[in-house]
């Protein structure tokens, strides 16, 4: 199975491990990730801020590219960025905004192309692979965190139930994990204030984290590397806000599926983590 790829920033920067992870899962669940040449920053998390131009055509530039490179499906492991492209793709279908964009970017653009997020990925090309790969059962009660991007706006992502998603929930089930109930599947973490305003980074991050170690989570689970970041990173922060520091680690879905299928930690990217991560 061939798909085309497009890692995004983060994925080739501050979150080097899902990158590992997902490259290293593909690889042995047989899907072949093919790079969109010369990708560009998706300009998330700051230019739909600046520039509602500048939001467009950076996520449009990235489109016309995979489909100049004839891909017709891409997936987008960064919640934020399959978001921009996603919205930028919903946008692009008014006439105006689509003429202006593709006159800014100096490419042709059809919009014909399918965006998918590393989940739905799992969900259509690999359930019954992973099922069948798994030799170390990820036997941990765990709390899925979905946050704010992978599932909003609801109206364009068409993705999962808004306020309690299951996709991520039925593929720990699936490697032989327990997903607990609980109240912060969706809310953020502040991820777009994680150096402007860390204190406020550190109250949202603090409330996940308290409502997880209340209902005894091992880990929390998560596909995107700006809720990961702002969890694990963000740490000593955090627990200065808690009256019980916390010290559960925080890893990617495909990182679980990994050690499910035997991958090593050093191939999933996990000795990188600022928590340390024992399970």
Not at 169 to 181: E, F, R
Request: charged share 25%; net charge neutral.
């Amino acid at each position: 199975m061939k798909i085309g790829f497009y890692p995004g920033c983060s994925l080739k920067g501050s979150s080097r491990e899902y990158n590992e992870s997902v490259v290293a899962i593909a690889k042995a669940l047989d899907i072949e990730l093919v790079e969109i040449k010369d990708w560009n920053c998706c300009g998330a998390t700051a230019a739909h801020s600046m520039s509602e131009e500048l939001s467009l055509s950076l996520p449009a530039r990235i489109l016309a590219l995979a489909e100049a490179q004839g891909l017709k499906e891409v997936v987008v492991p960064c919640a934020a960025c399959y978001n921009r492209l996603m919205v930028t793709q919903h946008e692009l279908k008014d006439n105006n905004k689509r003429e202006r964009v593709t006159d800014i970017i100096k490419m042709p653009y059809n919009g014909d192309l399918k965006i998918i997020n590393v989940l739905q990925m799992l969900e259509t090309y690999a359930m019954d692979k992973i099922q069948e790969k798994v030799t170390k059962p990820f036997a941990h009660k765990v709390a899925c965190y979905y946050g704010c991007l992978l599932i909003r706006p609801h109206k364009i992502l068409q993705f999962d139930r808004v306020e309690d998603p299951q996709s991520m929930d039925a593929m720990v089930k699936l490697i032989g994990g327990t997903p607990i109930s609980w109240a912060f599947k969706t809310e953020c973490c502040g991820a777009g204030l994680s150096v402007s305003r860390t204190d406020l980074v550190a109250k949202l991050s603090g409330n996940i984290l308290k409502d997880a170690a209340e209902r005894d989570a091992k880990a929390i689970i998560v596909a995107c590397p700006m809720c990961q970041s702002n969890l694990d990173m963000r740490r000593g922060a955090i627990n200065e806000t808690l009256s019980n520091p916390s010290d559960i680690p925080v890893i990617f879905i495909t990182q679980a599926i990994g050690l499910a299928l035997g991958l090593s930690p050093k191939e999933l990217g996990l000795e990188r983590h600022f928590v340390n991560v024992k399970l």
